[in-house]
């Protein structure tokens, strides 16, 4: 995966007329874990979906820095993790089988909402079983019926793209912006003392 196609690695090389500040890579970080995130969830749900379009993310300066976040509906987590279907007899004989086994996640007794609100960056959408019903003509309530008994497969579409590496790379991406911007800082401030 690359997560830092917008900066070319030399322009990390601080010199009289370039400079990244920390800021640009958290941008350039941003833009392409969106990017990569909806290329996953598009592999794994097809296009035009309300998750695909929920996934954003914010850069916003503090006091001491910058604070990154990265917004994913609460339902990302459970199509990521999968959830273990509550099982039990069909109405037409045999037994439910499970697609969420191994999965942190469970059905209980409370079945998945039919409706889902999503913040969206062009407003709230209604999303879930209810408005993926209705794209396809299903009838909702045996649809809720289903995933609710045999739970929602494991797809790992966030998994597979936010791992240690991701992480690793951003650290060291901003140990050597931070560095690098150290010392332009304290050279214009020793050039300004001087002049």
Not at 27 to 45: C, I, M, P
Not at 53 to 58: M, P, Q
Not at 120 to 125: E, F, R
Not at 163 to 178: F, H, P, R, S, Y
Request: aromatic content about 12%; charged content about 25%; overall charge neutral.
């Amino acid at each position: 995966m690359s997560f830092f196609s917008g900066i070319d690695r030399d322009s990390l090389e601080f010199g009289a007329t370039k400079s990244v500040t920390l800021s640009d890579i958290l941008f350039a970080f941003g833009e392409d874990l969106q990017n990569e995130l909806k290329a996953s969830v598009r592999q794994n749900y097809g296009g035009n979906t309300t998750l695909e379009e929920s996934i954003r993310y914010k850069v916003t300066p503090q006091k001491d820095g910058f604070r990154f976040e990265l917004f994913v509906p609460e339902y990302g987590d459970y199509l990521d993790q999968g959830v273990q279907g509550k099982g039990g007899t069909k109405k037409s004989g045999g037994s439910w089988i499970n697609k969420g086994a191994g999965s942190k996640f469970r059905f209980t007794n409370k079945r998945p909402p039919l409706r889902t609100n999503v913040e969206t960056p062009s407003g709230t959408k209604i999303g879930g079983i209810d408005s993926w019903s209705n794209d396809f003509g299903f009838n909702k309530w045996a649809v809720q019926e289903a995933v609710y008994r045999q739970g929602i497969k494991r797809s790992l579409w966030y998994s597979k793209v936010v791992d240690e590496k991701t992480v690793n790379t951003l650290i060291k991406n901003l140990e050597e912006a931070g560095a690098k911007q150290l010392e332009i800082d304290l050279v214009n401030l020793i050039e300004g003392a001087v002049e």
